[in-house]
């Protein structure tokens, strides 16, 4: 079945340090690919989205993401975190001409002052 | 600019009541619109969507329906509620190249 993977559903980890959530999907064809972020009590916004073209994404405040087509991933890091991204973060494909959005389970990020 | 309204914002509402939440989108025709419901750690999953007026595609079996009485006009419906439909409930559209953008959702608890 088709579907959406993140592990790690929970991710505490300190102020500076280095980010990477993995997602990884079972879809074959052309996909587009997004992350969202869910800061607490805020709704759902889109941190980017990979269409075509460079499989490095740069998203906003400091994301980026990579689209590995052998892999079926798309990875997002962030090298150094602050508190303020505190958030739960979703990955999302889309199979393209679907006009539908898959969701993975999302990973709850928590960062220590 | 395109703006998507959801609401109520929470609800509160008892067993075997019926339900109607709504949403609506501005500044954009023809959009996609969807209605997903986020439960913690299971991620959002997607309940309808719908590519034009009257059409709708149901992606679960479930005890709600939707409709798309106009181009921009969004209605999740229930005529019972079970205490299995409390959840938060996200409207979305897309279209375009914009992407898909998310309401502020509805925080539903059936009591």
């Known amino acids: 079945a088709q579907s959406v993977s993140q592990h790690n559903h929970h991710v505490i980890l300190s102020e500076a340090a280095s980010l990477e959530l993995g997602c990884n999907y079972s879809y074959g064809g052309t996909v587009n690919l997004f992350w969202y972020v869910q800061y607490p009590g805020q709704h759902l916004q889109l941190l980017l989205k990979?269409?075509?073209?460079?499989?490095l994404v740069k998203g906003i405040k400091g994301f980026e993401a990579e689209f590995i087509k052998s892999k079926f991933s798309f990875n997002l890091r962030k090298p150094s975190v602050q508190w303020s991204d505190t958030a739960e973060y979703f990955c999302a494909v889309e199979l393209e001409g679907n006009n539908r959005l898959a969701f993975g389970k999302g990973n709850q990020v928590v960062v220590i002052p | 600019s395109q703006t998507i309204h959801q609401w109520p914002a929470t609800l509160v509402q008892p067993v075997g009541s019926p339900l109607s939440l709504e949403c609506t989108v501005e500044g954009t025709s023809n959009p996609n619109l969807y209605w997903y419901r986020q439960a913690a750690g299971r991620g959002l999953q997607l309940l309808f969507y719908?590519?034009?007026?009257?059409?709708i595609s149901s992606e679960v079996p479930q005890n709600l329906s939707a409709s798309r009485p106009q181009d921009r006009q969004f209605i999740l419906s229930s005529k019972k509620l079970l205490l299995s439909d409390s959840g938060f409930y996200l409207c979305?559209?897309?279209?375009?190249?914009?992407?898909?953008?998310f309401g502020s959702g509805t925080r539903l608890t059936v009591v």
């Open positions: 979305a559209w897309s279209g375009g190249d914009y992407g898909y953008t």
């Open positions: 719908s590519v034009g007026i009257g059409q």
């Open positions: 990979y269409f075509s073209g460079d499989p």
